[in-house]
């Protein structure tokens, strides 16, 4: 059973960080890129961050300089570390898993339930 489980979330201050984790389990992790979205409310869900299967990672320009993503395959496990977070980076956070390195344009194969980011003003 394929399974994705975010945590890490919760409240800050803006100009405050969170570290998010996502544990993966039922599939090869190593062969699957993996990438963090969010969707904030009345938005659409849009694309933060990707570790490619082949080692790239890859930003949106909002989150460049700010945000971080690592991938342990020995614990099949991918992170967001974010820091100066800003109020219009609050969202729920999805974990999000595609098999190959097309990841930005293919939808994924598995998601995570989400984890909500609040940031305070």
């Known amino acids: 059973q394929v399974q994705l489980v975010e945590s890490g979330g919760g409240t800050v201050q803006s100009g405050g960080s969170l570290r998010l984790s996502c544990v993966a389990s039922?599939?090869?992790?190593?062969?699957?890129?993996m990438s963090w979205r969010r969707q904030g409310l009345g938005k659409e869900r849009e694309v933060v961050a990707g570790?490619?299967?082949?080692?790239?990672?890859e930003y949106e320009d909002f989150v460049k300089g700010r945000f971080t993503i690592s991938r342990d395959d020995a614990k099949n496990t991918v992170y967001l570390q974010m820091n100066n977070l800003k109020p219009e980076d609050t969202a729920v956070y999805y974990c999000?898993?595609?098999?190959?390195?097309?990841?930005?344009?293919?939808?994924?194969?598995?998601w995570g339930q989400g984890t909500q980011v609040t940031v305070s003003s």
């Open positions: 999000a898993a595609v098999r190959g390195s097309s990841w930005y344009i293919h939808e994924p194969d598995y």
């Open positions: 039922g599939f090869d992790f190593s062969r699957y890129s």
């Open positions: 570790s490619v299967s082949d080692g790239r990672v």
